[in-house]
């Protein structure tokens, strides 16, 4: 099959595979970013709210990784393998179940909207406001999102991470040009401010989506994604495989969420500037967190294929290559946010109690990013040889203890207390993750 990945030599592999995804991770690192300039020019209570509806995005994120890790990891395995009819149905199953919950999120949104804000007791009506109408657009029409997600990974899984990245620029393009005309009102265009920026990221989705749907018809390679049937009954075999492994993942990614929204509670406690630097501080982040995990998800589609192939040696070593690169990456980014923390807060925040705020935490963050990129990409390569429960139960430990770490600490430091409690514990799940990969892998020798 096209986009095997069990043959040709291993730099030369992931390179080729990795580059596109990585450069999808800083389309959607620029993504984030720019609807984060542009919705800061309405202030840090715009950015607060926005942060809130953000919250409930990036849960679905979590569910949506059922259906994409278990797909994507299945395909793999089964194009190792060269079972391709396998490989099909695992791939239709998946993209049915990412529709499935992606309206049954949307709607379950739209129906619990005040319910899901008032959680985080936002005190200025301003920000509640701001967060009530995003939430309600963002997550209403997340199944573009689901779907997104999912036929990224089983494109990756064949080998094919271009058609995702073309897709990924006329996302961004399109969000890029939508944002200022829709924030803050352009020509005959109304001012929506944080609805502009909901309606802009949604278009955007759906326009990723689509392009990739079209890719499927269109290109003549083979693609096990062709033929896909939605309304087709889905075998109890597929569907059991894609949630033995997706469900832990999708628990992880769910727990990492729900435990950031208790500290993000926490957070309130020190007013919106507080939570608007947690917002828009995430997304700086995003520049080493989207690229580790998107070398992840190469790393994750190299090791799923070889290790259905019976290729051990080459598992081992294209994880070695791949820590290599991360780990330079996020010593990169920890220098550029140690060292100019306040030229970097400046972009996005205007108020200077903002801006003080948003420094002390990049400052804090950094000294964990070279970790966090290591975790994101030992993670991908423990999926890719179907550990995903290990990955969880590893994960939700050690991210649960951020919680009495922040009301330890932040009763000692205050709001730093808070941060230092973030950047401690990614510190020791990079450390505990890259010894688990190399234990596993020594004993299967």
Not at 27 to 47: E, F, H, P, Q, R
Not at 85 to 93: I, L, M, S, Y
Not at 117 to 144: E, N, P, R, W
Not at 351 to 378: N, Q, R
Request: charged content about 15%.
């Amino acid at each position: 099959m096209e986009g095997n990945l069990t043959k040709d030599p291993i730099l030369k592999t992931l390179t080729k595979l990795a580059v596109p995804i990585m450069a999808s991770s800083f389309l959607g690192t620029l993504y984030n970013i720019t609807d984060m300039a542009w919705i800061g020019l309405l202030g840090s209570k715009a950015v607060a709210g926005v942060g809130v509806g953000g919250m409930f995005t990036w849960l679905s994120q979590g569910l949506a990784a059922m259906a994409r890790m278990g797909g994507q990891v299945h395909v793999a395995q089964c194009i190792g393998r060269g079972d391709r009819e396998k490989a099909h149905g695992f791939a239709q199953a998946a993209v049915q179940l990412a529709a499935f919950m992606g309206m049954a999120y949307g709607i379950l949104s739209l129906l619990f909207t005040r319910q899901m804000v008032g959680f985080f007791q936002l005190a200025d009506a301003q920000a509640h406001a701001a967060a009530m109408s995003y939430t309600k657009i963002a997550c209403g029409l997340i199944v573009f999102s689901f779907m997104t997600l999912t036929l990224t990974g089983l494109y990756t899984a064949q080998g094919d991470s271009k058609t995702p990245f073309i897709a990924n620029l006329v996302g961004l393009a399109t969000n890029m040009v939508l944002d200022p005309v829709l924030i803050l009102g352009v020509g005959m265009f109304p001012k929506l401010g944080v609805v502009g920026a909901a309606i802009a990221t949604v278009t955007a989705q759906a326009i990723v989506m689509s392009i990739m749907i079209v890719g499927i018809v269109i290109q003549k390679k083979e693609n096990v994604l062709k033929g896909t049937r939605l309304l087709a009954k889905i075998p109890r075999k597929y569907l059991q495989g894609i949630c033995k492994i997706g469900i832990p993942t999708a628990i992880q990614g769910m727990a990492y969420c729900a435990i950031s929204m208790v500290l993000t509670r926490m957070i309130s406690g020190y007013g919106a500037e507080a939570v608007a630097t947690q917002r828009v501080g995430g997304q700086i982040e995003s520049i080493s967190w989207n690229t580790a995990d998107g070398f992840a998800a190469a790393l994750n589609a190299f090791i799923a294929q070889n290790y259905g192939a019976g290729k051990n040696d080459r598992v081992k070593k294209g994880y070695k290559a791949s820590l290599w690169t991360v780990g330079i990456w996020g010593l990169l980014i920890s220098a550029v946010f140690i060292c100019m923390p306040e030229p970097i807060a400046r972009i996005f925040f205007h108020e200077p109690k903002a801006i003080a705020t948003s420094v002390e935490y990049l400052i804090i963050i950094g000294f964990s990013e070279a970790f966090m990129c290591v975790e994101l990409t030992t993670v991908g390569a423990l999926s890719g040889l179907g550990r995903t429960r290990l990955c969880s139960i590893i994960s939700i430990a050690f991210t649960s203890a951020r919680i009495p770490l922040s009301i330890i600490l932040g009763g000692i430091m205050g709001l730093d207390g808070i941060w230092w409690a973030i950047s401690s514990t990614s510190i020791v799940k990079g450390i505990i993750f890259t010894c688990t990969f190399l234990w596993i892998t020594r004993k299967r020798r």
